[in-house]
């Protein structure tokens, strides 16, 4: 049996649906997905007691999907399974967000679970590749399609964000703890945010399994809002929800959406 872990937005949804028996839904929190009913809830304080009842359902596969927030651990609310963790989970809220992933899927495998990915138990919502708008990119996008694709790259040993935004041969914004929604709200006022492409992809090593770069139409919206002039995705490494709905709007606003292979 498959447990989703979640947080929130639409990809768990997507997940579940994708499978042919529906799975265990368990939702941190305060971080509840759209469309789907938690089957358990879970807090940090309580992620042993989430283990065990893992077992107890007969669960041996473990998916973990949506957005976060990192939070805080209240010694007050720990339960007694979870005391013996709080060595690995204080450490894992201290990494970076991929440090930290890895040290929650590391707790499941210690656990004899199966850690799943999304893009494993969902394939059909692996980006393809090709340039999917009806415009292009010109060659001024394609050059800053590069440099944020290398910036990424540099970026990656301080495991930080999976996104930035260039423009006219200059880094914009880059991700971090506020995720890309922040990013593209935070953008500097300058005119070079209307040449502007947010580019995402995973992070040099990265483990996928928990955390592949993710976009949707609420960030093709965001991109818009922001006026930027396009979306560089690495092809076969980031998920697009409701691919048809993202290149529509992107259409309807004449901004490029690109899913690049490496060049």
Do not use: Y
Not at 2 to 11: E, H, N, P, S, V
Not at 134 to 156: I, N
């Amino acid at each position: 049996m498959l447990a989703l872990i979640c947080g929130t937005g639409d990809l768990p949804a997507k997940i579940a649906a994708a499978q042919n028996e529906p799975p265990l839904v368990c939702v941190l929190e305060g971080f509840e997905p759209t469309g789907l009913t938690a089957d358990l809830h879970f807090s940090l304080e309580t992620f042993g007691s989430l283990l065990i009842k893992l077992g107890q359902h007969g669960v041996t596969e473990a998916c973990a999907c949506g957005a976060i927030e990192r939070p805080q651990i209240d010694p007050s609310k720990l339960d007694e399974h979870t005391l013996p963790l709080v060595p690995l989970l204080a450490g894992a809220l201290q990494a970076g967000d991929d440090g930290a992933l890895r040290a929650v899927m590391g707790l499941f495998e210690k656990t004899g679970f199966t850690v799943r990915s999304a893009h494993e138990l969902a394939p059909e919502l692996i980006a393809q590749p090709g340039v999917l708008s009806e415009k292009w990119p010109d060659s001024q996008m394609r050059d800053d399609a590069k440099m944020g694709a290398d910036v990424l790259a540099a970026m990656a040993p301080m495991d930080v964000g999976q996104a930035c935004v260039t423009g006219g041969g200059q880094l914009l914004g880059m991700e971090t703890i506020g995720g890309t929604d922040h990013m593209i709200a935070t953008l500097p006022n300058t005119p070079l945010v209307k040449k502007g492409v947010l580019v995402k992809g995973p992070k040099t090593g990265q483990d996928t399994r928990a955390d592949m770069p993710t976009i949707g139409p609420r960030t093709v919206e965001a991109v818009i809002e922001a006026g930027l002039a396009g979306i560089v995705i690495d092809a076969g490494d980031v998920l697009m929800l409701d691919a048809d709905r993202c290149i529509e709007i992107a259409n309807a606003a004449g901004i490029v959406l690109w899913s690049r292979m490496g060049e």
